[in-house]
C-alpha cells in the first residue's frame, strides 16, 4: 500500500528522543510528522527498570519542558494527572526513580496520534518524485504488510543496542548476559553459586547493588571486576555540568575532528562514574555486612577479562591484572556484562553510504543542526539523534539536552524560531570567541 501525501517529517524510532520531539510537535500547524517503532510499546531500557534506581538527570529535563514548560507533557502535569502531586512534594527530590520516568514517557507516548508502534521501518530511498522527498517503506510488525510512506526530512532516533566484548558473544545465554537484560533474568542469574559482575559505570553498580542486597538470601559468591583503575564516582560539580549546556556544545561541534575525540577521554570524569548516592549505599551496606560475617564478596579494579569458555557446567573467564600483568582464570556460574552500549545504525543507511561525509570509518559527518552532510547538498534533510557523541559531545546522550536537539531541529524544518534556543545557559565561557 502506498501513501501519496508527502509528510514533512518522519522519525524512525521512538526512544525519548523521538518522542520528546513527537511531543514538540504535536500543537504545531507548520510540521505534519509521523513516527514509527518495531516496538509493540514504548518501553526505556525495561531490564535496567531495577526498583530503587534513579535516573542521572532531574525532572525538569522531561520531554518537554526547556521547549515550553506550559506544555500538557510536562512531568509535572503527568504527576497531576496520575494525582501523584503531594506524593512527589513529600519525595522532595529533583531526581525521580527509573521505572517512574519510563511511566511519564509511555503516557506521553500514549497520546501522541503520530506515534505509531508495532511499525518497522525496513527501507529508505530517495523517492522517484518530482519534489525531492524520501520514500520510506514500513512494515506491521504483527501483519507483515508493508506501507510506503513519503516525507520531506526524516530523523533517525535508532538508540543503541549491547556492545559485548569480543569473544564473548557466542556465549550469550541466561548464564552470560548484558546489563540491558538483568531484570527480565534477575531471578535465573540468583540461582548460580558464583556470579560476577564486569564493568565499572552506572548499570555494574546497580547490579551489583542488587545482588549484594539480596546475597543473604540466595548465598552466592559475588564478584566485581572492572577494567578502570578504580571504582569512582561521577564529577557531581555544578560548574562542571556546564558541559551539558548549549554553549558547550557549540563550542564543541567547532572543533577539529581530532580534538573533539581528545576532549571526550578529559570529560570522562562527567560521563562514566557512577552516581555517588549509589557508591555510598554499596559500602554502607558492605560495612554493615560484614560486622558479623565474612564477606563472600571480591571487588577489584584494573582486571579485564579477555575471554570465556564453559567448563563444568559453569564458565572460566580469562582475566589479566593489567597494572601487575598478571593473568589467572577465574570460575564463575554466572556473567554479567555492563559493557556499555553502540550505536544502532539501520542497514538501509548504506544506500547514502557514498554519498556523505564520514569523518572516520565509523563517524559520519554531521551539521549543527544535526543533519548528516552530504556531498551534493540536498533539501530534504536526514537528521540524526543517533551516533552523534564525536559530533556534538558529551551530551549526545544526555536527556537534560534531547529538548534543545529537537528545538533545533524543528526551528530548521519550518526555517524559523519555533522554540528559541537560550543565548546564556551557564556562567562560564569555553572559547574566546564567546563574550563574558
Known amino acids: 500500500m502506498t501513501t501519496q501525501k508527502i509528510y514533512d517529517l518522519i522519525g524512525v524510532g521512538i526512544g525519548p528522543f523521538n518522542l520528546s520531539l513527537a511531543a514538540l510537535i504535536e500543537p504545531l500547524d507548520e510540521v505534519d510528522a509521523l513516527f514509527f517503532d518495531q516496538t509493540d510499546t514504548f518501553e526505556w531500557h525495561p531490564g535496567m527498570l531495577i526498583e530503587g534506581m534513579d535516573l542521572q538527570t532531574p525532572f525538569i529535563a522531561d520531554l518537554v519542558t526547556f521547549a515550553d514548560p506550559t506544555s500538557p507533557y510536562t512531568f509535572l502535569n503527568y504527576l497531576h494527572h496520575h494525582d501523584r502531586m503531594y506524593q512527589f512534594y513529600f519525595f522532595n527530590r529533583f531526581d525521580i526513580p527509573r521505572k517512574e520516568y519510563n511511566k511519564y514517557c509511555q503516557w506521553v507516548a500514549n497520546q501522541l496520534k503520530d506515534c505509531h508502534f508495532g511499525h518497522k521501518v525496513i527501507d529508505v530511498k530517495d523517492a522517484n518524485t518530482t519534489k525531492p522527498c524520501y520514500e520510506v517503506t514500513v512494515q506491521h510488525t504483527a501483519t507483515e504488510q508493508t506501507e510506503t510512506y513519503f516525507c520531506k526530512h526524516l530523523v533517525l532516533g535508532t538508540g543503541s543496542v549491547p556492545n559485548l566484548p569480543p569473544g564473548f558473544e557466542d556465549y550469550k545465554n541466561e548464564d552470560v548476559i548484558h546489563t540491558s537484560q538483568y531484570v527480565h533474568s534477575a531471578q535465573s542469574i540468583k540461582q548460580g553459586k558464583a556470579i560476577t559482575v564486569m564493568g565499572s559505570g552506572q548499570s555494574a553498580a546497580e547490579v551489583f547493588y542488587d545482588l549484594l542486597l539480596e546475597q543473604k538470601y540466595y548465598e552466592y559468591e559475588l564478584t566485581w571486576f572492572t577494567r578502570s583503575g578504580g571504582f569512582f564516582q561521577k564529577e557531581d560539580a555544578k560548574l562542571g555540568k556546564e558541559v551539558f549546556s548549549p554553549e558547550y556544545v557549540h563550542y564543541f561541534h567547532e572543533l577539529p575532528f581530532q580534538e ?10 562527567l560521563r562514566n562514574g557512577v552516581d555517588p548516592k549509589t557508591l555510598q549505599a554499596i559500602y554502607h551496606l558492605l560495612y554493615n555486612r560484614s560486622i558479623d560475617r ?50 544502532k545504525l539501520p542497514q538501509w543507511l548504506e544506500h547514502y553510504q557514498d554519498e556523505i561525509f564520514w569523518e572516520d570509518e565509523k563517524r559520519f559527518k554531521v551539521s549543527k543542526d544535526y543533519r548528516l552532510v552530504f556531498k551534493n547538498e540536498r533539501p530534504n534533510h536526514l537528521f540524526t539523534l543517533t551516533n552523534i557523541e564525536h559530533s556534538h559531545g558529551a551530551s549526545a546522550t544526555n536527556l537534560g539536552l534531547s529538548v534543545l536537539r529537537n528545538q533545533t531541529i524543528i526551528n530548521t524544518v519550518v526555517g524559523k524560531d519555533i522554540y528559541p534556543e537560550p543565548s546564556k545557559a551557564v556562567f562560564q565561557q569555553f572559547s574566546q570567541q564567546f563574550p563574558r
Do not use: M
Open 260 to 269: 573533539r575525540l581528545d576532549a571526550l577521554e578529559t570529560l570522562d570524569p
Open 294 to 343: 565474612d564477606l563472600a564478596v571480591t571487588i577489584q579494579p584494573t582486571t579485564e577479562a579477555n575471554g570465556i569458555k564453559a567448563r563444568d557446567g559453569g564458565y572460566e573467564l580469562s582475566c589479566k591484572q593489567w597494572q601487575e600483568g598478571h593473568k589467572f582464570t577465574y570460575p564463575t556460574d554466572k556473567l554479567i556484562l555492563a559493557t556499555g552500549y553502540k550505536p
